[in-house]
């Protein structure tokens, strides 16, 4: 099993649709981070969390620590929003152990 | 752009090469992290560096080795080069020890 589970593994939506992806962890961590990942292979960090909720734009992701837990939302979704998501957790020292990745295509 | 550079951007090489892949990581940012990403593994984590000292160690194979230099930027070089060492190479930055990363543009090495 790995450390690290999102789900789903696709999801496509029509714009304008709530979107939310989970991950779940089995390994105790020290902070949770949220990349994307562009068809042209370039990521790009949305969140770092440790507890609770962050909010940027339409994008929002919570924390439950208790139940090893994480779930990014994008609210409003278009278009432009079409990339993988990679959820990943910070363990021993600052190593990133990443999750599978969610492709997330949004049509118009 | 995240201000981490790497290069080159694509490396096509044979079997049996070495080859050394260049980080600059952010301007002022003291730790620099590399990851592999292969379709059949996904992103792993392989080295941290820190002001020139090696923090952390992932699933970095023997046959690779990384450095940081006094300027702060990092190469990995990797040797006798498989084709399972096809993949994209990521590095990112942090300004300490933790944080935020900030990606590069990753260098995608194809061996044949």
């Known amino acids: 099993k790995n450390e690290v589970e999102q789900s789903p593994q696709n999801l496509t939506a029509q714009e304008g649709e709530f979107i939310t992806i989970n991950c779940s962890y089995s390994?105790?961590?020290?902070?949770l981070h949220w990349l994307q990942q562009h068809p042209g292979g370039g990521i790009v960090s949305l969140f770092m969390?440790?507890?609770g909720k962050k909010k940027h734009g339409r994008l929002i992701a919570t924390i439950n620590i208790q139940e090893k837990h994480s779930s990014l939302h994008i609210t409003a979704s278009h278009p432009r929003d079409s990339a993988v998501y990679i959820c990943?957790?910070?363990?021993?020292?600052?190593?990133?152990?990443f999750g599978e990745g969610t492709q997330l295509t949004v049509n118009p | 752009d995240s201000g981490v550079t790497q290069t080159p951007k694509h490396l096509i090489t044979a079997t049996g090469q070495r080859v050394t892949l260049r980080c600059s990581p952010r301007?002022?940012?003291?730790?620099v992290y590399w990851y592999q990403q292969s379709l059949d593994q996904g992103l792993q984590f392989l080295i941290q560096?820190?002001?020139?000292?090696?923090?952390a160690k992932g699933n970095i194979l023997e046959r690779f080795s990384a450095q940081q230099f006094p300027d702060l930027h990092s190469e990995l070089n990797l040797s006798s080069l498989e084709l399972g060492d096809s993949a994209l190479y990521f590095c990112?930055?942090?300004?300490?020890?933790?944080?935020?990363?900030?990606f590069g543009p990753g260098t995608r090495l194809l061996v044949l």
């Open positions: 990112a930055s942090t300004p300490q020890l933790k944080g935020t990363q900030y």
């Open positions: 990943a957790v910070e363990t021993s020292g600052s190593r990133l152990t």
């Open positions: 969390l440790s507890s």
């Open positions: 390994v105790g961590i020290s902070a």
């Open positions: 560096y820190y002001n020139g000292e090696e923090r």
């Open positions: 301007s002022g940012d003291l730790s």
